[in-house]
């Protein structure tokens, strides 16, 4: 227990951060603000890394119980609940990240996504790589990454730029502890700003993704098996996956290279250390559907619905639009519906409501987003 009152602790802190994460309060009460007021929580954390009141506050945001909804229906349209693969558990990090993040630097780096020109091509590998072991859950690929983006920033004309598109390409992709390395790498040689905010939020992330509310529990891969047994029985199950895809192009790849740690030791390693078992954290979703569930088809999730609906709307004779809707049947035919939270939205009174003709124009689909609000 810390030696020093609330009070003490307050006031170590300028006025200007607690006038901060009251606007973050303010903000994260209104519908679709959650996101908004954690960037303000992180903007805190860049500057006093260990503010405990900012990183609570930022899980606190994130409980809203209709960001957990959106977070919910958007990571279904890409991962159904069911799929436990170890794998798909990144991904959903992955995603939520990319769902929730407000740094400001995340679209000027999407903009140049090969890095400095000089290394573009040994960062390219390196991140082929990660992709393995996000796309593959080939877990040995994080090994040879790190080893081939050592190798792009001892060339590096710039590593300081360098270092941070390593980081930023680790926290994309839901690496989160691996981009805190490569970021703290770089904030202990530089004195960079962006960087030192892209940490905040990443190591946030690393320390607390056991616990993202619309994430459920991290399996083995036994509900993608048992689902699988009704889907199509002739699929891999999870033990049989193919977790090592290496073609010509791969294997020359990582051929100058060795990985981080020797397999052997790596394994030596495994067994010496006991079995680390997070304790679960309170949970404000219950989970417990996706081990009763009976592996049949059911109705399209509501979501599903609303788009179809829209295809429908702009199909006529387009074969396109046709084709999508078979593929979006045939796709969530075994995804399952989430209900909405029963509390209606809560709209900031001094915004003006979103209008949908504004962007859609003559489109005719306006109604549809009415919809949305009507349903959810």
């Given at each position: 227990m810390s030696p020093y009152t609330n009070k003490e602790l307050m006031s170590a802190y300028p006025d200007y951060v607690h006038k901060t994460l009251t606007r973050a309060r303010e903000e994260g009460q209104w519908h679709a603000g959650q996101a908004d007021a954690a960037a303000l929580c992180f903007d805190v954390l860049a500057l006093f890394p260990d503010y405990e009141e900012a990183k609570q506050l930022v899980y606190e945001l994130f409980c809203d119980e209709w960001t957990i909804y959106?977070?919910?229906?958007?990571?279904?349209?890409?991962?159904?609940?069911?799929?436990?693969?170890?794998?798909?558990?990144?991904?959903?990090?992955?995603?939520?990240?990319?769902?929730?993040?407000?740094?400001?630097?995340?679209?000027?780096?999407?903009?140049?996504?090969?890095?400095?020109?000089?290394v573009s091509k040994i960062l390219e590998d390196g991140k082929m790589e990660l992709l393995g072991a996000y796309c593959l859950g080939e877990e040995e690929c994080t090994d040879y990454a790190w080893t081939i983006f050592a190798d792009a920033i001892a060339k590096a004309k710039d590593p300081q730029a360098t270092l941070f598109w390593i980081g930023w390409q680790y926290a994309d992709l839901g690496c989160f502890a691996d981009a805190a390395e490569a970021l703290g790498e770089l904030c202990s040689r530089f004195n960079d700003e962006k960087a030192r905010r892209l940490l905040a939020e990443v190591v946030w992330w690393r320390d607390n993704a056991h616990r993202i509310p619309w994430i459920p529990p991290a399996g083995d891969g036994s509900r993608y098996d048992h689902m699988m047994d009704f889907i199509d029985p002739s699929a891999p199950k999870t033990k049989d996956y193919v977790q090592r895809v290496r073609n010509e192009n791969q294997l020359e790849r990582i051929a100058p290279y060795r990985p981080s740690i020797d397999k052997r030791l790596a394994k030596l390693f495994e067994k010496s250390m006991p079995e680390k078992r997070e304790v679960p954290a309170s949970t404000l979703v219950d989970?417990?559907?996706?081990?009763?569930?009976?592996?049949?088809?059911?109705?399209?999730?509501?979501?599903?619905?609303?788009?179809?609906?829209?295809?429908?709307?702009?199909?006529?004779?387009?074969?396109?639009?046709?084709?999508?809707?078979?593929?979006?049947?045939?796709?969530?035919?075994?995804?399952?519906?989430?209900?909405?939270?029963?509390t209606p939205k809560r709209y900031d009174p001094n915004e003006p409501p979103f209008d949908p003709s504004e962007i859609l124009g003559g489109m005719g689909l306006g109604d549809d987003f009415e919809d949305d609000d009507d349903e959810d």
């Amino acid at each position: 227990m810390s030696p020093y009152t609330n009070k003490e602790l307050m006031s170590a802190y300028p006025d200007y951060v607690h006038k901060t994460l009251t606007r973050a309060r303010e903000e994260g009460q209104w519908h679709a603000g959650q996101a908004d007021a954690a960037a303000l929580c992180f903007d805190v954390l860049a500057l006093f890394p260990d503010y405990e009141e900012a990183k609570q506050l930022v899980y606190e945001l994130f409980c809203d119980e209709w960001t957990i909804y959106d977070n919910r229906v958007a990571i279904q349209q890409n991962i159904d609940e069911w799929d436990d693969r170890p794998w798909q558990q990144r991904r959903r990090l992955a995603l939520s990240y990319r769902f929730m993040s407000r740094w400001d630097g995340k679209y000027e780096a999407k903009m140049d996504r090969g890095g400095p020109k000089d290394v573009s091509k040994i960062l390219e590998d390196g991140k082929m790589e990660l992709l393995g072991a996000y796309c593959l859950g080939e877990e040995e690929c994080t090994d040879y990454a790190w080893t081939i983006f050592a190798d792009a920033i001892a060339k590096a004309k710039d590593p300081q730029a360098t270092l941070f598109w390593i980081g930023w390409q680790y926290a994309d992709l839901g690496c989160f502890a691996d981009a805190a390395e490569a970021l703290g790498e770089l904030c202990s040689r530089f004195n960079d700003e962006k960087a030192r905010r892209l940490l905040a939020e990443v190591v946030w992330w690393r320390d607390n993704a056991h616990r993202i509310p619309w994430i459920p529990p991290a399996g083995d891969g036994s509900r993608y098996d048992h689902m699988m047994d009704f889907i199509d029985p002739s699929a891999p199950k999870t033990k049989d996956y193919v977790q090592r895809v290496r073609n010509e192009n791969q294997l020359e790849r990582i051929a100058p290279y060795r990985p981080s740690i020797d397999k052997r030791l790596a394994k030596l390693f495994e067994k010496s250390m006991p079995e680390k078992r997070e304790v679960p954290a309170s949970t404000l979703v219950d989970w417990s559907f996706l081990d009763k569930d009976d592996g049949q088809p059911r109705e399209l999730p509501d979501w599903a619905k609303r788009q179809i609906k829209r295809l429908e709307r702009l199909k006529d004779d387009d074969e396109t639009s046709k084709e999508m809707i078979d593929d979006m049947i045939q796709t969530h035919r075994y995804s399952r519906n989430i209900e909405p939270p029963s509390t209606p939205k809560r709209y900031d009174p001094n915004e003006p409501p979103f209008d949908p003709s504004e962007i859609l124009g003559g489109m005719g689909l306006g109604d549809d987003f009415e919809d949305d609000d009507d349903e959810d």
